[in-house]
């Protein structure tokens, strides 16, 4: 009764609730705290299909206790995107960028010669150029993710551009986003892309000179 009586006039320990809350905040800081950061790549127009996909990824990444970082959602400085992606970029352990179908193109005319492909092609965010290019100036781990048919005449998403086995795609049209987590060749390139994340972590925060008798 005197119990009751005290929590009435306010004099007892926070509410229940509050108390939960205060856990649930902690346990998210806890969370990344246990967590290497990394950068994810993505772009934010999306359909029903590709989020699916997308959070999946993410699902996958806290599953092997990686914390992805993405402009604005995660990270959102009062400086210009270009500098926003650098300060990601060099606070991170690795990248991961996928690259999304997001226009459907033809092209009509060019400056020299005939028209490269008669047929529509996609292409996917311009930042798909960007900050893969930064992160591997770097020397961070990379590993590029894309939806089939997207960029294959464009930039770094040619073959032949980027490191060996860092490159696998995401046929949406034909592969569910379950058959594609569970596929061989996406889980032995995450897992290699991870260990050298955590590699990375280890050489980057390793000291210069070690002292040893």
């Known amino acids: 009764m005197a ?14 609730s509050d108390h939960a809350d205060t856990c649930m905040v902690h346990k998210k800081c806890m969370d990344r705290a246990f967590r290497l950061p990394v950068f994810l790549s993505t772009t934010n127009t999306l359909n029903p299909r ?3 996909f997308l959070n999946r990824l993410i699902a996958e990444m806290e599953e092997a206790l990686l914390f992805p970082r993405t402009g604005p959602i995660t990270e959102n400085y009062p400086e210009t995107i270009l500098t926003n992606v650098r300060r990601l970029v060099s606070s991170s352990y690795g990248m ?16 020299v010669g005939g028209t490269p492909s008669p047929e529509p092609f996609w292409q996917g965010s311009s930042f798909a150029q ?3 290019a930064m992160a591997f ?23 032949g551009i980027p490191p060996l086995n860092t490159l696998i795609e995401w ?14 060749s996406w889980r032995e390139a995450f897992a290699f892309w991870t260990a050298e994340v955590r590699t990375t972590y ?3 925060t390793e000291p210069d000179v070690q002292y040893r008798c």
Do not use: C
């Open 171 to 184: 046929d949406s049209e034909n592969q569910s986003v379950d058959e594609f987590f569970e596929s061989v």
């Open 3 to 16: 119990r009751n009586r005290r929590h009435q006039r306010g004099e007892g320990p926070p509410a229940s």
């Open 96 to 111: 991961l960028a996928m690259n999304f179908r997001r226009f459907l193109v033809e092209v009509v005319d060019t400056n």
């Open 130 to 132: 960007i900050e893969p």
């Open 50 to 52: 590709q989020q699916r």
């Open 202 to 204: 280890y050489n980057l």
């Open 137 to 159: 100036q770097r020397g961070i781990p990379i590993l590029l993710v894309r939806e089939k048919g997207t960029d294959l005449t464009n930039g770094l998403w040619l073959g």
